[in-house]
């Protein structure tokens, strides 16, 4: 039976993305979801789903607080284990992150996560609400996904990445804002897939099913 860890580090409310990952394990016959802050869990897990809520350093710093934990996600990531990071869970694959202090990521993709800077000020910060998603390379996950479809976002930061083709989707707002980053057996959404009705549902079950 296939088994995805979603790791629970107390960065955040794991309700709506515990429901939807269940949901779609359900209807696609992808294995159990588990909820977990056990790194031996998670290092018997098959995929590894990192959320995060709040700010990059804070998360960065309650997932240190595990002992063990990042360990087990990068030892299953660096074997080639499937991995989702979701919201500030994804802007730690960055190098560093420059959300009130610098702080260092895991440098799994290249980059930099940033303040977004719209063009026109009449747009606020943070970035919240629905966006259409605008695809820049193809990928598995976005199988039955299109350019123009919605994704939910609340957040003021984005990953600035190094290397273009790591850049997976963005969305618009007086400016490219990242949306999704991927390489590998890796891929990261800036926006909630749980909150993102039936995009982020699609994209949820795309990587449950995903072998890269």
């Known amino acids: 039976m296939t088994l995805t860890a979603l790791v629970d580090y107390d960065s955040g409310n794991l309700h709506s993305a515990q429901k939807a990952f269940e949901r779609m394990a359900r209807e696609t016959n992808a294995g159990t979801i588990v909820v977990t802050s056990d790194p031996d869990v998670v290092a018997k897990a098959d995929r590894i789903v990192l959320p ?15 002992t063990g934990l990042y360990e087990a996600i990068s030892e299953g990531v660096s074997t080639g284990k499937p991995f989702m990071g979701i919201c500030i869970g994804m802007q730690m694959l960055a ?78 707002y007086a400016g490219d804002v990242t949306a999704i980053v991927g390489r590998d057996n890796i891929i990261g959404t800036q926006f909630h897939p749980e909150k993102s009705q039936a995009t982020g549902l699609r994209i949820i079950a795309n990587f449950l099913g995903w072998k890269p």
């Not at 995060?52 to 997932?63: K, M, Q």
């Not at 993709?109 to 910060?125: F, H, M, N, Q, Y």
Request: one cysteine or more; a negative charge.
């Open 52 to 66: 995060g809520d709040g700010a990059f350093p804070s998360c960065r710093a309650a997932l240190e607080n595990f």
């Open 95 to 172: 190098t560093r992150g420059l959300e009130f202090t610098e702080t260092q990521g895991f440098g799994w993709i290249p980059g930099e996560v940033v303040r977004i800077t719209p063009a026109d000020s009449a747009l606020k910060v943070p970035h919240m609400g629905w966006n259409d998603l605008v695809i820049d390379h193809a990928h598995p996950v976005f199988e039955g996904v299109k350019t123009g479809d919605h994704a939910y976002f609340v957040h003021s930061y984005h990953f600035r990445v190094a290397d273009p083709a790591h850049r997976l989707a963005h969305v618009d």
